[in-house]
């Protein structure tokens, strides 16, 4: 499939079925955290970036082949979805053909414009990202497309929060160094307390960033979590359990798994031995599309990961 993928285990969210409507990093921020790598396609244009007919179809295809496999059905992928023009159109049509709920991962840098917000009200869960207290911080990090402002994405929050009915989880991902001093942190807390989400998660990196500095924060910060957010501090845990794989072709469903999610190693072979693949043949397959240069292995936070060659 080519616009859908999964279900695959998801922390916030059991086991989600993906809609990714968007070519591989197209996105108008450029975060130093990025799991996909560098944005390559950067921009704030929103469009219908393939065929709505045909993501249509698929999505129709991949709920009746997976009914009663997912928790979730989750807007996410190679980019930001709300730069999906017909969002709305695509969130309608999941939504008549499942009774799970709907949930849009977004960075929420586009909440503040009417037709955005309109599209996202039909969902169930909003699921925003929120990293900086400030501008200087948030060009820091999201490194965001020139025409977003703070102040506009702060004002989106608050103004979405206000006329959604779903939930509305914000994630604030936690790096070393970067946003995890006490100044910073309160400074994230207070634009929180504006915003007044339903539910705060505090994420780190624990997936290979695309810069290499950026690294997950001690965990003697913990504490200071527990004094500034409450008790907001489910962090530090890699998802478990295995992928949905569709056939035993592996190199097609490698691909298609990690250009939106990268995956250690140890879940890559769990995943595939439940199609009978045995761990030395996941391993040879992975070094060949290594030397294909397709895939790329990457060590961090002492275990290995892999991720798609962009
Ligand atoms: S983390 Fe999300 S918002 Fe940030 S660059 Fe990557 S895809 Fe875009």
Redesign the pocket.
């Known amino acids: 499939m080519k616009y859908v993928y999964g279900p695959v285990p998801s922390r916030r969210l059991g086991n989600s079925l993906g809609i990714d409507p968007l070519p591989s990093?197209t996105?108008?921020?450029?975060?130093i955290?990025?799991?996909?790598g560098k944005?390559n396609n950067f921009t704030n244009i929103r469009k219908n970036y393939f065929p709505k007919k045909d993501t249509l179809t698929e999505i129709e295809k991949a709920i009746k082949l997976n009914e009663n496999k997912f928790d979730y059905i989750t807007f996410v992928g190679?980019?930001?979805p709300t730069l999906y023009k017909d969002l709305k159109d695509l969130i309608i049509k999941a939504k008549e053909l499942s009774e799970k709920p709907v949930c849009v991962i977004t960075?929420g840098?586009l909440l503040y414009e009417k037709e955005v917000q309109n599209a996202l009200i039909s969902s169930d869960v909003v699921l925003p990202?929120l990293d900086a207290g400030d501008e200087t911080s948030f060009i820091k990090i999201?490194?965001p497309h020139p025409s977003i402002s703070f102040d506009n994405l702060i004002k989106g929050f608050i103004d979405f929060r206000k006329i959604f009915k779903g939930k509305f989880w914000i994630e604030v991902?936690l790096m070393k160094g970067i946003n995890d001093t006490k100044e910073e942190l309160l400074k994230i807390k207070e634009k929180l307390d504006l915003i007044k989400p339903d539910r705060i998660d505090i994420n780190v990196p624990i997936r290979p960033p695309?810069e290499k500095w950026v690294k997950i924060p001690d965990k003697n910060i913990i504490s200071l979590l527990n004094a500034i957010f409450g008790d907001y501090t489910n962090i530090f845990f890699p998802e478990e359990g295995t992928f949905k794989i569709y056939s035993s072709n592996f190199e097609n469903e490698i691909l298609s798994i990690l250009k939106r999610h990268p995956m250690r190693q140890k879940q890559i072979i769990e995943t595939f031995s439940s199609s009978g693949f045995s761990k030395n043949v996941v391993i040879s397959n992975l070094k060949k599309l290594k030397s294909e240069n397709k895939i790329k292995e990457i060590s961090y936070n002492k275990q290995i990961f892999w991720k798609i060659n962009i």
């Not at 996105?27 to 975060?31: M, R």
């Not at 955290?33 to 996909?36: A, I, P």
């Open positions: 990093k996105c108008n921020y450029q975060c955290y990025c799991q996909l944005t190679s980019g930001e960075n840098s990202s999201n490194r991902m695309v």
